[in-house]
Nanobody, 121 residues
Framework: QVQLVESGGGLVQPGGSLRLSCAAS????????MGWFRQPPGKEREFVAG????????TYADSVKGRFTISRDNAKNTVYLQMNDLKPEDTAVYYC??????????????WGQGTQVTVSS
């Protein structure tokens, strides 16, 4: 059974940076496309970034392109999200998950606890 543990969130000023981590277990991590998602306060959960099994392909939501970078370490079963030039609108709970391009958010039946990112002065 898959387990996902996100960490690295916190309070940061606009323009600042954070690096999120997500440790996965219960899944053959090195074969999985992984993604980061977020849920801003009072809004629906949304896709942020995805990375192929070997890191060779990445994809980003338009709102984070050029500011966020997704990466992975298959030896550690961990996926990362480097977030630079953070904006108040990036405030959200951030989650990782296996990423299926054919899935809607509602199709995922498991989520970790997430990590809170708050961007505020």
């Amino acid at each position: 059974q898959v387990q996902l543990v996100e960490s690295g969130g916190g309070l940061v000023q606009p323009g600042g940076s954070l690096r999120l981590s997500c440790a996965a277990s219960g899944v053959t991590f090195s074969r999985e496309t992984m993604g980061w998602f977020r849920q801003p306060p009072g809004k629906e959960r949304e896709f942020v970034a995805g990375i192929s099994w070997n890191g060779g392909r990445t994809t980003y939501a338009d709102s984070v392109k050029g500011r966020f970078t997704i990466s992975r370490d298959n030896a550690k079963n961990t996926v990362y999200l480097q977030m630079n030039d953070l904006k108040p609108e990036d405030t959200a709970v951030y989650y990782c998950n296996q990423y299926y391009t054919s899935y809607e958010i509602s199709d995922y039946d498991y989520w970790g606890q997430g990590t809170q990112v708050t961007v505020s002065s």
